[in-house]
């Protein structure tokens, strides 16, 4: 994610990663590492020779910078994985603590409820920093198999992928439009969408399906309150055989349990009723504040709210079923005869990294 351009350079150690780069990358690095799923942390270090003087003198120059920060107090935690170093770690967080303080007017020690905290691990070198940020945690990108998001111009599909990038799946994300009934805007704010989605999963390759056809068809000879479950029956197969493309092991959608007429318990069990893949939820129990709040913090929800309508909007019945019977749901579909016009959609896609 940080490419060639930036001249940083990655360095492994049980139980750290080092990125050893020019000041001037630090917020490019940081920004990178604030959409990384599977570390816990980070902060922006100084490494020094492995003398007490030296960590010391280290630990005097965090603390001047805190101070200049406004923090009033502070602790210092040590950690001593090298133990042929001759100071032990309670030692050096009594030396340290007593030469920031001595140095340092208007700063004191706080080991109860600090303002910050100043770090030292004795490696094989020293490392002293402070200002640890937070990072997402989860598990690493991939490491979870690959998985096919169902990513609509709204605000749940891309919480969704978000949250399935964090369990360590990779993501890919098909996308259904029904231009000209939608505008190329639309298709472009998904784009946005999946971009600002696949910077949480090492980048996304993004599958654009016109299904104007199968709505159309569906328009013509379903019922018209099955409309949109129909619709989401049609669009559940093209993702399945997207998936199997793709080697994408599960289907991810943004769906919330009776958030729409669509999302009951009973028309959910008819939308997926035609496949076999598994079908992730992960919004299946999350409320809608819940979602937006997750929307904002990510970076997706002033885009999702852009006031461009997706393809499921222009065609919603104004008197949905709520309570689908699956059988009766597939003895329509069944004389829908779809599955042509699903594989032209197919045929016709565009694929978009």
Same mark, same amino acid.
């Given at each position: 994610?940080?490419?060639?351009? /930036?001249?940083?350079?990655?360095?492994? *150690?049980? $139980? !750290?990663?080092?990125?050893?780069?020019?000041?001037?990358?630090?917020?490019?690095?940081? +920004?990178? #590492?604030?959409?990384?799923? =599977?570390?816990?942390?980070?902060?922006?270090?100084?490494?020094?020779?492995?003398?007490?003087?030296?960590?010391?003198?280290?630990?005097?120059?965090?603390? !001047?910078?805190?101070?200049?920060? =406004?923090?009033?107090?502070?602790?210092?935690?040590?950690?001593?994985?090298?133990?042929?170093?001759?100071?032990?770690?309670?030692?050096?967080?009594?030396?340290?603590?007593?030469?920031?303080?001595?140095?340092?007017?208007?700063?004191? %020690?706080?080991?109860?409820?600090?303002?910050?905290?100043?770090?030292?691990?004795?490696?094989?070198?020293?490392?002293?920093?402070?200002? /640890?940020?937070?990072?997402?945690?989860?598990?690493?990108?991939?490491?979870?198999?690959?998985?096919?998001?169902?990513?609509?111009?709204?605000?749940?599909?891309? %919480?969704?992928?978000? #949250?399935?990038?964090?369990?360590?799946?990779?993501?890919?994300?098909?996308?259904?439009?029904?231009?000209?009934?939608?505008?190329?805007?639309? &298709? @472009?704010?998904?784009?946005?969408?999946? $971009?600002? *989605?696949?910077?949480?999963?090492?980048?996304?390759?993004?599958?654009? #399906?016109?299904?104007? &056809?199968? @709505?159309?068809?569906?328009?013509? !000879?379903?019922?018209?309150?099955?409309? *949109?479950?129909?619709?989401?029956?049609?669009?559940?197969?093209?993702?399945?055989?997207?998936?199997?493309?793709?080697?994408?092991?599960?289907?991810?959608?943004?769906?919330?349990? +009776?958030?729409?007429? +669509? @999302?009951?318990?009973?028309?959910?069990?008819?939308?997926? /009723?035609?496949?076999?893949?598994? %079908?992730?939820?992960?919004?299946?129990?999350?409320?809608?504040?819940?979602?937006?709040?997750?929307?904002?913090?990510?970076?997706?929800?002033?885009?999702?709210?852009?006031?461009?309508?997706?393809?499921?909007?222009?065609?919603?019945?104004?008197?949905?079923?709520?309570?689908?019977?699956?059988?009766?749901?597939?003895?329509?579909?069944?004389?829908?005869?779809?599955?042509? #016009?699903?594989?032209?959609?197919?045929?016709? @896609?565009?694929?978009?990294?």
């Amino acid at each position: 994610m940080l490419g060639p351009e /930036s001249d940083a350079k990655l360095k492994t *150690t049980d $139980g !750290r990663f080092y990125i050893e780069a020019s000041e001037e990358k630090s917020e490019t690095i940081e +920004s990178v #590492l604030s959409r990384l799923t =599977g570390i816990s942390g980070w902060a922006k270090t100084a490494a020094c020779p492995k003398t007490i003087e030296d960590v010391l003198h280290a630990c005097i120059k965090e603390g !001047r910078k805190l101070s200049n920060m =406004g923090v009033k107090t502070f602790k210092i935690e040590a950690r001593r994985t090298d133990k042929s170093f001759p100071v032990n770690s309670y030692e050096i967080c009594c030396q340290a603590g007593d030469a920031v303080c001595e140095t340092i007017g208007g700063l004191k %020690v706080d080991i109860h409820n600090p303002q910050d905290i100043i770090k030292v691990e004795i490696r094989e070198k020293a490392y002293v920093y402070s200002g /640890s940020k937070k990072g997402l945690g989860g598990l690493p990108a991939g490491s979870a198999g690959r998985g096919l998001l169902l990513l609509s111009g709204g605000i749940d599909s891309p %919480v969704a992928g978000f #949250l399935m990038a964090c369990r360590g799946m990779n993501i890919d994300a098909i996308h259904f439009h029904a231009y000209p009934y939608t505008s190329l805007e639309a &298709k @472009q704010k998904v784009m946005r969408l999946a $971009g600002i *989605t696949g910077s949480y999963c090492m980048g996304i390759r993004l599958y654009i #399906l016109n299904f104007i &056809k199968v @709505q159309m068809r569906i328009k013509e !000879r379903a019922p018209p309150p099955w409309t *949109t479950i129909l619709l989401r029956m049609a669009m559940m197969e093209a993702a399945e055989k997207t998936a199997d493309k793709t080697k994408s092991k599960c289907l991810i959608t943004g769906e919330s349990l +009776s958030q729409v007429a +669509s @999302q009951t318990i009973e028309n959910l069990n008819c939308t997926q /009723s035609r496949i076999k893949l598994p %079908v992730l939820r992960p919004l299946i129990g999350f409320s809608k504040e819940d979602i937006i709040l997750k929307a904002k913090k990510i970076g997706t929800f002033e885009t999702s709210i852009e006031p461009y309508e997706d393809c499921c909007v222009l065609f919603t019945p104004p008197h949905p079923v709520l309570h689908g019977n699956v059988t009766e749901a597939n003895t329509i579909y069944e004389t829908l005869e779809l599955e042509p #016009l699903i594989d032209e959609a197919l045929q016709n @896609q565009e694929l978009v990294k």
